[in-house]
């Protein structure tokens, strides 16, 4: 196997079209904004000492708030307790956001440089009922743009298919990665009662 160096990527993709580069904003544009607040469900991409990471973030609402057209805030919410992508931000800050829209084929993608809060006020603006986030992550945006349909399409993503039946399940994977000491039928037995008390 060869692997391409950047002199080869000349030679085997076309320079972007005018509509890939015009699309581009310095920040989150008010139809950039619809974008955003339409979206329950984002990907955090970030990279630190450990290397890159890639974690889902989702709401029943709007996954993340625009603080002003430049800034947009998202929320650390009840999870792993992992902070892979939290330990990334405050080493590095690179980060990116991808936002997904159920039915729509249109992706909202931001890149930036992002922090890390505890900033009280600002996790008040986020409370359910008596639970806050941990903490609220805030990028600063440095680009804001689309991306075409095509993988969306490609996927039929939002075509009602459900293709879960035949995967092992969290439990069956703890199990076989734990020797059996974690996991298995008891662990996917009790996770819905579980996440539904854990969710925010």
Known sequence: MRWLTEDDLA???????????????????PEYA??????????LATQGPRGTDASP?????????????????LPDWQGNNRIDSISNIVADGRASLMFLIRGSATVLRLRGHARVTDDADLRATFARGEKLPRAVIVLRVAEAYFQCAR???????????????SLPTPGEILSVLSSDEVGGAAYDAEWP??????MW
């Open 57 to 73: 973030r989702g709401d029943d609402g709007p996954v993340a708030r625009l603080l002003d057209p430049h800034h947009v805030a």
């Open 151 to 165: 993988a969306v399409n490609r996927a039929s993503l939002w075509d009602g298919h459900d293709d879960s039946a």
């Open 11 to 29: 030679g085997i993709y076309d320079p972007p079209g005018a509509t890939a580069l015009r699309k581009v904003a310095d920040r989150v544009t």
């Open 193 to 198: 009662e579980r996440a539904a008390r854990t």
């Open 34 to 43: 619809r974008l955003l607040l339409a979206s329950r469900f984002c990907v």
